[in-house]
């Protein structure tokens, strides 16, 4: 048991690593509070997109965008962008690569969210609002995504609690996010107890949102 709390649980390593791994984790919150609101934004757009375009070959290209970065694993899609920007003459900073990676990647989920979450609101809803003198944009802002936000909640929360944990490949480009400094500073203690202080950072960080959704899922399956 001793040597179990000597690696693991050691708690001179934590107070002398909590600083550093402190750094670490606001650069997550930080590339969180970048990726999620910017994928929620594009998500809808690409959600909005889906119902409304009527064209097939501009409805092809919008599924080929979905499909091929829901598909493309994200720590692949990260690292050609990082490090084949600079074959096109860009020079992207570590935390401006990893978000459009991950932007890319998460606008698609969210997209498809927020698709079924469109289609979910009924046609009679749409036409009784189209007919009291809404226009069709109106309609869409003021009725369909408000219901559609609603009806999707749960899968909106647990794809951002995916985002959260997807930034820990982050560390993949060297940005030093908190899984990456905890990596650091293992290598230089010679002890794991490092990695076990980011997860305990992780789980601070993701419990409650994970109670939160688990109600929100609850409630859904209530009311219907």
Known sequence: MDQLLQNFFN???????????????????????IVIPVGLASGLAIGVLSITL????????????????RA????????FIYFGAPFLGLDLPKLLAVAIGFMLN????????????????PRGQVEAARSTGLSAAQTLWYVQIPQAARNVMPDLISNTLEVVKLTTLASAVA??????????????????????????????????????????????????
């Open 11 to 33: 708690l001179d390593i934590y107070i002398s690593v909590a600083p550093y791994l402190l750094q670490g984790l606001g650069r997550t919150l930080l590339l969180s509070a």
């Open 106 to 121: 998460n606008s698609s989920y969210y997209g498809e969210v927020f698709r079924a979450g469109l289609e979910s609101v």
């Open 175 to 224: 940005l030093p996010e908190l899984l990456r400094v905890a990596r650091d500073a293992q290598s230089l203690v010679y002890n794991p107890s490092p990695i076990v202080l980011a997860a305990l950072f992780y789980l601070a960080l993701l419990w409650p949102v994970v109670r939160l959704l688990s109600r929100l899922e609850h409630r859904h399956l209530g009311a219907r």
């Open 72 to 79: 493309l694993p994200p720590l692949v899609l990260l690292i």
């Open 54 to 69: 009527k064209r097939r070959w501009t409805r092809f290209l919008l599924a080929v965008y979905i499909d091929f970065f």
